[in-house]
């Protein structure tokens, strides 16, 4: 079980930190650059923070989630566990926010799979590493104390 989850979890990180670099370079991904920055507009426009009046500079917004996404792919794959959990918690978050973005922007579903696929391996991921963690067995040890109360 540990082999397939440490598998799911490299390919996951090298996804994630690919897109990222592909996010904050044009030379990795030139001809989607362009289009990157257009979407990244259309999705300043319907930010989660937006109803509390905040609204990212869609460049800004851009290189953002591309550190995110490549320092939180590096992490999961080269981390210790406690980082790559909290690394597998942040890519839930974005991923989560990102369907909510394209159903804001009313995009079909098909635009919506690759997230919503990412969203449910990320998850089964972190279902998988809490069933599969060795748990800790506590055990009570008498305490050795003087007795105070000693028959004579």
Do not use: H
Request: aromatic share 8%; charged share 15%.
């Amino acid at each position: 079980m540990a082999l397939p989850l440490a598998a799911l979890r490299v390919l996951l990180g090298c996804f994630f930190a690919l897109t990222g670099a592909a996010k904050l370079s044009e030379q990795i991904a030139a001809p989607a650059s362009q289009q990157m920055k257009a979407l990244f507009i259309q999705f300043a426009e319907v930010f989660p923070l937006k109803v509390f009046g905040y609204q990212p500079d869609p460049m800004s917004y851009q290189v953002a989630v591309g550190w995110l996404e490549l320092l939180a792919g590096l992490l999961l794959v080269l981390g210790p566990p406690m980082l790559q959990e909290i690394s597998n918690f942040l890519l839930i978050v974005l991923m989560m926010g990102a369907i909510f973005t394209l159903a804001s922007l009313k995009e079909s579903l098909n635009t919506c799979i690759p997230a919503i696929i990412c969203l449910a391996l990320l998850l089964l991921l972190d279902i998988c590493q809490l069933l599969v963690q060795p748990k800790k067995v506590v055990r009570r040890t008498r305490k050795k104390t003087r007795s105070a109360f000693k028959k004579s």
